[in-house]
T-cell receptor, first 111, second 115 residues
Framework: SQTIHQWPATLVQPVGSPLSLECTVE??????LYWYRQAAGRGLQLLFY??????ISSEVPQNLSASRPQDRQFILSSKKLLLSDSGFYLC??????????FGSGTRLTVV | GNSVTQMEGPVTLSEEAFLTINCTYT??????LFWYVQYPGEGLQLLLK?????DKGSNKGFEATYRKETTSFHLEKGSVQVSDSAVYFC??????????????FGQGTILTVHP
């Protein structure tokens, strides 16, 4: 069966520090992978998606970047965090069927 | 582009009350429609889906019918429970082309059910 792992679950980071959130998928090959952010009191915004290794598309200009060094690994990064980067980050994958499977999320607080 | 509009919350109900959360959409193609639920402190879980007009998705007592003529996908439940308290998201995706399966979400509706 397919599973998706996302870590860490919570993170508190100072402004200006770097960020690395990791997401891995098991039990599937060549999935489409996605990073979403949910800011406090708001809906979900698609940040990045990837249809293959090293193939990353950005949906919105921002302080973040994404990488996919392996087929089932998707990493969200920042060199210098801003206060506005706080939020709940969700990784998701979509295979050949319809619908997403989401990770459990990372709650990031930038202080 | 695609968009999803949900009724504004929060929605507060007593246990066993009837629930409706409205959702309407605009899409350039022929989308698939979803309802996701987010329980406190957790990620999103797929609640139900519908892939073509007049399809009815159902799960855990929740239902939603894909209405192409009104571009709607309203979520309903006949008798809510305290455990249904969560945030509910309506979403759509288009298959094929350059969509790459990207989901477009509504803003979410907070549901609180009191005993």
């Amino acid at each position: 069966s397919q599973t998706i792992h996302q870590w860490p679950a919570t993170l508190v980071q100072p402004v200006g520090s770097p960020l690395s959130l990791e997401c891995t998928v098991e039990g599937t090959s060549n999935p489409n992978l996605y990073w979403y952010r949910q800011a406090a009191g708001r809906g979900l915004q698609l940040l990045f998606y990837s249809i293959g290794i090293d193939q990353i598309s950005s949906e919105v200009p921002q302080n973040l970047s994404a990488s996919r060094p392996q087929d089932r690994q998707f990493i969200l990064s920042s060199k210098k965090l801003l206060l506005s980067d706080s939020g709940f980050y969700l990784c998701a994958w979509a295979g050949t069927g319809i619908g997403y499977t989401f990770g459990s999320g990372t709650r990031l607080t930038v202080v | 582009g695609n968009s999803v509009t949900q009724m504004e919350g929060p929605v507060t109900l007593s246990e066993e009350a009837f629930l409706t959360i409205n959702c309407t959409y605009t899409a350039t193609g022929y989308p698939s429609l979803f309802w996701y639920v987010q329980y406190p402190g957790e990620g999103l879980q797929l609640l139900l889906k519908a892939t073509k007009a007049d399809d009815k998705g159902s799960n855990k007592g929740f239902e939603a019918t894909y209405r192409k003529e009104t571009t709607s996908f309203h979520l309903e439940k006949g008798s809510v429970q305290v455990s249904d308290s969560a945030v509910y998201f309506c979403a759509l995706t288009e298959i094929g082309g350059t969509s790459y399966g990207k989901l477009t979400f509504g803003q979410g509706t907070i549901l609180t059910v009191h005993p």
